[in-house]
Nanobody
Framework: QVQLVESGGGLVQPGGSLRLSCAAS????????MGWYRQAPGKQRELVAA???????NYADSVKGRFAISRDNAKNTLYLQMNSAKPEDTAVYYC????????????WGQGTQVTVSS
């Protein structure tokens, strides 16, 4: 059974930092491309950052230079380091895993709330 458990969300002041984690079980972690998405109230879910199974990354323009996505295949964990947080980063953050090759399995985490406010 596949399980994704997100953690690390919370309240942070503008300019502060948070690190989100997405721990996976029940899959061969290294075979998946991964991404972090976010959804603010009244808005569509959007891609924040992505990392391929080979380690290539890409970022939304709004977070370039502030956020960093990484993965630890030995720990089956995906990370999002959020620095220089802004109020507009406030949203529920979700991790997404997509199997590379074969059947297009896609898995989503349950979401973790990030609130940037003073």
């Amino acid at each position: 059974q596949v399980q994704l458990v997100e953690s690390g969300g919370g309240l942070v002041q503008p300019g502060g930092s948070l690190r989100l984690s997405c721990a996976a079980s029940g899959i061969t972690f290294s075979r998946y491309d991964m991404g972090w998405y976010r959804q603010a109230p009244g808005k569509q879910r959007e891609l924040v950052a992505a990392i391929t199974n080979g380690g290539s990354t890409n970022y939304a323009d709004s977070v370039k230079g502030r956020f960093a996505i990484s993965r630890d295949n030995a720990k089956n964990t995906l990370y999002l380091q959020m620095n220089s947080a802004k109020p507009e980063d406030t949203a529920v953050y979700y991790c997404k895993l997509s199997l590379v090759g074969g059947f297009p399995y896609v898995y989503w985490g349950q979401g973790t709330q990030v609130t940037v406010s003073s």
